[in-house]
Nanobody
Framework: QVQLVESGGGLVQPGGSLRLSCATS????????MAWYRQAPGKQRELVAQ???????NVVDSVKGRFTISRDNAKNTVYLQMNSLKPEDTAVYYC?????????WGQGTQVTVSS
């Protein structure tokens, strides 16, 4: 069964913007820490941003001021708004849901930043 569905990736020029979406079920969304990770070829998967079921958010230093994570409880969806994109942001971006009861990954969506 598909539990997390990601969308919004694509090819964008440096300085451009994209918004990634991760849709899941209410049962997962209501109890989980939702997070975005990314993985470039040959690199370790790294945490980018996360938000708790209570609504707190944080992003890593490398994207601070450019990326924003948010969640829409009515739609059971988490977003990653990415502005001022740089070539080094190029990676496959993965959504993750984690709680005491589950640890679920999305299929990944490719983000390529290139002129």
């Amino acid at each position: 069964q598909v539990q997390l569905v990601e969308s919004g990736g694509g090819l964008v020029q440096p300085g451009g913007s994209l918004r990634l979406s991760c849709a899941t079920s209410r049962s997962i969304f209501s109890i989980s820490r939702m997070a975005w990770y990314r993985q470039a070829p040959g690199k370790q998967r790294e945490l980018v941003a996360q938000t708790t079921s209570g609504g707190s958010t944080n992003v890593v230093d490398s994207v601070k001021g450019r990326f924003t994570i948010s969640r829409d409880n009515a739609k059971n969806t988490v977003y990653l708004q990415m502005n001022s994109l740089k070539p080094e942001d190029t990676a496959v971006y993965y959504c993750n849901a984690n709680s005491w009861a589950l640890n679920v990954w999305g299929q990944g969506t490719q983000v390529t930043v290139s002129s």
